[in-house]
């Protein structure tokens, strides 16, 4: 076996704003999460009527479904609400890395 150089397996690395698919699910759901808050008075004008009507809801509250679904989709379907969810991870990485350098160079330093 043939050890690989540790620059060439540096360059194998993927760009710190590229997401695995763990990042971009919570990217997703924190998207969903935004989008929930953002339309939190038609979410809360479908739930009271929902519980006004119970197994009638569907009929009895199409209005407020309708006006809940358009909101939540609004957010959900514009890119660039998830690109800026994606933005809030990378840079969370990126905070990350540079903690990790700092924390790598005092290292260094107090072994000099």
């Given amino acids: 076996m043939s050890q690989e150089d540790p620059a060439t397996k540096h360059s194998r690395k993927l760009p710190i704003w590229v997401l695995g698919p763990r990042e ?3 990217a997703r759901s924190n ?3 935004f989008a929930y808050s953002q339309c939190a008075e038609y979410v809360q ?8 009507h119970g197994l009638k809801v569907f009929p009895a509250c199409d209005k407020q479904r309708d006006k809940m679904g358009e909101c939540i989709l609004f957010y959900q379907t514009d890119p660039k609400y998830l690109d800026e969810e994606r933005d809030k991870i990378v840079q969370e990485k ?3 890395l540079e903690k990790q350098l700092k924390d790598q160079k005092r290292q260094q330093d ?3």
């Fill in 24 to 26: 971009e699910k919570a």
């Fill in 45 to 52: 004008a479908m739930a009271e009527c929902s519980k006004l």
């Fill in 31 to 33: 998207l969903k999460t």
């Fill in 94 to 96: 990126l905070g990350k």
């Fill in 110 to 112: 107090g072994h000099r």
